[in-house]
Structures are given as C-alpha cells and as structure tokens.
C-alpha cells in the first residue's frame, strides 16, 4: 500500500511529458489511484467480518466454559443468541443440543441435533450425541444405527465406537459387540487414554464373559 502511495507521489511531481522510471506513463496515473482505493476498500470490507468472526469465537468459548461448569442456563442463552445471528450453523445447534440434553429435556435436544444433522450431514458428533440420547430413551436399534451412521463418517471416532459396542452387547450381540469392543479399546491405547482404556477393557471382558470366552 504504502509503496504505490510512492510512486503515485514521485509520479505527480514530475513532467506530464515524462515517463516514470518503470515505464508507466503519466496517463496512465489513475489506474494507481483506483488500484490504491480498491486495496483499502477489500481491507474496510474484511474488518468488520473478521471482528464478527472474532466475536463469535470468544462467545462461543464462553458458551463452552458455561456448559463445562454446568451453568447451563447462561450457556443456553450463549447458543441461543449465537443462532440468531448464525441459524444455519450445524455447531451451534450441535452445541445448544448438549446444553439442553444436560438439563433432561430430551425432545428439545432431540430436536436440536436433527436440525444440525439437516443442516451437516455428515456431522458425526450430532449421529453420536442424538444415538446417545435414542439409547437413554430405550431406543436401542436407533441408536445403533446412528452410532454406525457416526462411524460411516469418522472410522476412528472412537467415543462412537465405544457406545456403539456397550448399546450392542445392551442388545445381546455379544460377538459384534466384542468387536466393535476390541477396536475401540485398540485406539484409546494408541492416543495413551489410558483411563479410557480400562473403562472399555471392563466393559469388553463383561462381554466375553457373556459369550463364555472368559
């Protein structure tokens, strides 16, 4: 910016007959001049959306600290007041889901994650999140179908992968079950989670011992 300000200076003091040192003709001026008003008008037109951008970010963390320290009533009115200015973002309707789950009221929660699944298909955490809810509500087969949905989507997700096996043996399919077991014991001690590991690693050997192999 600042250097096409130089020339268009150096190029204004010299004599109309003359031409600049690289070439360009006095006529030819204005053409800088609209080059330097549409650089600062791309720069005026990218603040305010970066400053929105910013905003959205810091509020949605606090949304986020709200419901981790289940506060959930002002992280709802976080997510609420985000989708009033976002209503097609799959997170935010991911998000305002949790919260209300958190506080038992399922049907809303139900409703939340479908609309994030509506506006993302292949949201594989708002598959989890609405399978765990189907499995909270005895709904077992949606909820089966849901978590493979998730897995469809993220092979590795591995939260999926342990619900989907625990809703399995729920289900008495003891031999998927333990498979589906077995892999997501393998990738929570690949990522060194290794309370998760043992959680799984119980849950698998209550299985197998279901089927006699223990």
């Known amino acids: 910016m600042s250097g096409l300000r130089s020339r268009l200076y150096l190029s204004l003091t010299l004599s109309p007959l003359l031409l600049l040192a690289d070439g360009v003709l006095l006529s030819q001026l204005p053409s800088l001049a609209q080059e ?7 720069v005026a037109q990218m603040q305010p959306q970066q400053q929105r951008q910013q905003q959205r970010r810091q509020r949605l963390r606090e949304g986020n600290e709200h419901l981790v320290n289940q506060n959930y009533e ?33 049907e809303e929660a139900s409703d939340a994650y479908q609309e994030a699944i509506r506006l993302n298909r292949d949201h594989a ?22 978590y493979e949905r998730a897995l469809e989507i993220n092979d590795s997700y591995v939260e999926a992968m342990q619900n989907l096996g625990r809703v399995l043996a729920q289900l008495e399919r003891f031999a998927t079950a333990s498979q589906v077991l077995s892999e997501a014991l393998e990738l929570w001690l690949e990522r060194d989670e290794i309370w998760k590991a043992l959680e799984v690693a119980k849950l698998l050997e209550q299985v197998n011992a279901r089927r006699g192999l223990v």
């Open 36 to 42: 330097i008003n549409l650089a600062e008008t791309n």
């Open 74 to 106: 002002a992280a709802e009115a976080v997510f609420r007041e985000l989708l009033q200015d976002y209503p097609q973002d799959s997170l935010l309707r991911y998000k305002l889901g949790n919260v209300l789950s958190a506080q038992y009221r399922y």
């Open 125 to 146: 955490l708002a598959y989890n999140a609405l399978g765990n809810l189907r499995a909270n509500q005895g709904r077992l087969e949606e909820a089966v179908s849901l």
